[in-house]
């Protein structure tokens, strides 16, 4: 299979992201020439390091590169202070220097984690990602958006730092969980859905062949995610405008996983899928698109067996104001205001703050009341 290769063109901070079957194994000989000496930190996570770092310690070795590893616990509580505590702690351990280079290997959690700690490391130390999730392959481990949670909401705290390079290794997407999988790729739709008509036309016929594990399919749309999200990153990088579209669907899904705990019962790609799916609902109420746009949204969805309505969601949900309330915590709040990317139709996303108060209740209103029954 071909090797794909992603330029983020920003200035001094550029890099690459290189995507491909085998990648994992290439791995030492990618990232030596970024090195000052032959060793390297890798941060991960344990359900990752049985599937993967060994892997990657052999490809690193087969290069003279010595690796030290620390796998961390699965999932979003991971990403918290203690999490960046025990990281950086464990960095300054290991002696990592403002020269060294630190890996990490693992999902969004792993990504966003790693990088907030290499941010604040010394004042700043380079770092690799290598995603091996779906959901960081096409979004979080490009475009140095890096982070914790705290009890006030998700990626509260955190910076911008560029990884040095993205090796996104199609291999791995194997082995995810299939409702991991599906997660991951309601960021695939998001990008069709804000800003090319044609690419979701495209994820219409070939999404559930790409499901059903062909890595033709899967690297194509890992590559037109990551050209797209590179595109928009070069030209906003620190979201003053333009890379706010990348929040498609955000807004709602912050306010629900929230409301859930950030727990197993609403993956944050699943949120991302429910939140587009309401975004265009709420556009076609504001009269912005076409009635039957939210309709070929949620059929897209329901057809690769992914969550699309507040139904889905396991478990009761607090009631429309408690949501709202929720979204008042968005990053994309401004004086007070909520902000909404809306679209006027498929990949035709803009940001909206003026949506009527009264419209949103009444959408989750609705939603909020359709029957359990519609649960997969
Ligand atoms: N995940 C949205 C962004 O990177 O801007």
Known sequence: MSLDQVHVDLGARSYDVLIGAGLMGEAGALIA??????????????????????????????????????????????????????????????QIERGDLVIALGGGVIGDLAGFACAVLRRGVRF???????????????????????????????????????????????????????????EVVKYGLLGDAAFFDWLE??????GAGDAGLRQH?????????????????????????LNLGHTFCHALEAATGYSDRLLHGE??????????????RMGLCAQEVPGRVRAHL?????????????????????????MGQDKKVQAGRLRFILAR???????CDTVPPATLAALLDDALAAPKAARP
């Open 271 to 284: 949120g991302v899928a429910i939140g587009c799916a309401l975004a265009f609902e709420l556009s076609a």
């Open 221 to 245: 749309a890992v590559r037109a995610s990551v050209a797209m999200k590179a595109a928009i990153v070069a030209r906003d990088e620190t979201e003053q405008g333009e890379r706010a579209l």
């Open 205 to 210: 016929a070939h999404g559930p062949a790409l």
């Open 345 to 351: 139709d498929i990949g035709k996303a803009f940001i």
């Open 33 to 94: 020439p970024l090195l000052a000496r032959p060793r390297v930190a890798v941060l991960t996570e344990t359900r990752v390091a049985a599937l993967h770092l060994e892997r990657l310690r052999a490809a690193l070795r087969a290069e003279g590169i010595e690796m030290a590893a620390l796998e961390l616990a699965p999932g979003e509580a991971t990403k918290s202070w203690e999490g960046l505590q025990r990281s950086v702690e464990w960095l300054l351990d290991q």
């Open 128 to 186: 690799v990602q290598v995603p091996t999730s779906l959901l960081a392959q096409v979004d979080s481990s490009v475009g140095g958006k890096t982070g914790i949670n705290t009890r006030h909401g998700k990626n509260l705290v955190g910076a911008f730092h560029q990884p040095s390079l993205v090796l996104a290794d199609i291999d791995t997407l194997a082995t995810l969980p299939p409702r991991d999988f599906l997660a991951g790729y309601g």
């Open 302 to 326: 329901r057809a690769m067996g992914m969550a699309a309505d507040l139904g889905d969601i396991p478990g009761d949900l607090p009631g429309r104001d408690a949501l709202i309330a929720l």
